[in-house]
């Protein structure tokens, strides 16, 4: 069964610093994997996705992660963090195949960007 | 293009009440979620519609949970009645149908629902 720990619940940085959120999943199949961001009061918003093809991603905001197959983790990195990147962070797995495929959510990390 | 719409954005009850979440998706798109997401914790499905159909419900505390999707676009998700464990965000999620390889699996979320039981 495909599942999804985030290893760092609070992740504490100062501005202009790098960060990596670490991810690692488990799945007997192929994967497809996903960030979300979700700000204070709001939905979640996908950052980047990997689906197939090479395992750097970029997303939005100068997100990217690497999907390492032999690791089984799925990292988020961002080379220099801003203030308004403080929010919640939830890496996924999908589960299932075609219109019946839903997003298993990790538990969550809380980046905290500080001045 | 209008996102997913959800309301209440907030609601709050005394257990025992039963309350209502209104849900309506991006036009086209034929399958709905539902998620629970208590503080602290990622979302959690309670439900997936596919058009006006139950694909999965195997998470929906159906003694006190309901939805439906009668016409295969909005839908309602209801609670009868709440306990104060019921107290989180209630998320709404839509994503396209799936046609030959075109899947790319993203959903896209509400804003959300805050259930607060007293």
């Known amino acids: 069964a495909q599942s999804v720990t985030q290893l760092d619940s609070q992740v504490p940085v100062f501005e202009e610093a790098p960060v990596e959120l670490r991810c690692n999943y488990s799945s007997s199949v192929s994967v497809y994997l996903f960030w979300y961001v979700q700000y204070p009061n709001q939905g979640l918003q996908l950052l980047l996705k990997?689906?197939?093809?090479?395992?750097l991603v970029k997303g939005i905001n100068g997100f990217e992660a690497e999907f390492n197959k032999s690791q089984t983790s799925f990292h988020l990195r961002k080379p220099s963090v801003h203030i308004s990147d403080t929010a919640e962070y939830f890496c996924?797995?999908?589960?299932?195949?075609?219109?019946?495929?839903?997003?298993?959510f990790g538990q969550g990390t809380t980046l905290q960007v500080k001045p | 293009e209008a996102g997913v719409a959800q309301s209440p954005r907030y609601k709050i009850i005394e257990k025992r009440q039963s309350v209502a979440f209104w849900c309506n998706p991006i036009s086209g798109h034929a399958t709905l979620y539902w998620y629970q997401q208590i503080l602290g914790q990622g979302p959690k499905l309670l439900i997936q519609f596919q058009n006006n159909g139950v694909v999965d419900d195997s998470q929906l505390p159906k003694d006190r949970f309901s939805a439906e999707r009668l016409k295969g676009v909005d839908s309602t998700l209801k609670i009868q009645p709440a306990k104060l464990e019921d107290s989180a965000v209630y998320l709404c999620?839509?994503?396209?149908?799936?046609?030959?390889?075109?899947?790319?699996?993203?959903?896209?979320f509400g804003e959300g629902s805050r259930l607060t039981v007293l």
């Open positions: 999620a839509s994503s396209f149908i799936v046609r030959r390889q075109q899947n790319t699996g993203e959903l896209f």
């Open positions: 996924a797995v999908r589960k299932g195949s075609g219109n019946t495929g839903k997003l298993i």
């Open positions: 990997y689906l197939s093809g090479s395992t």
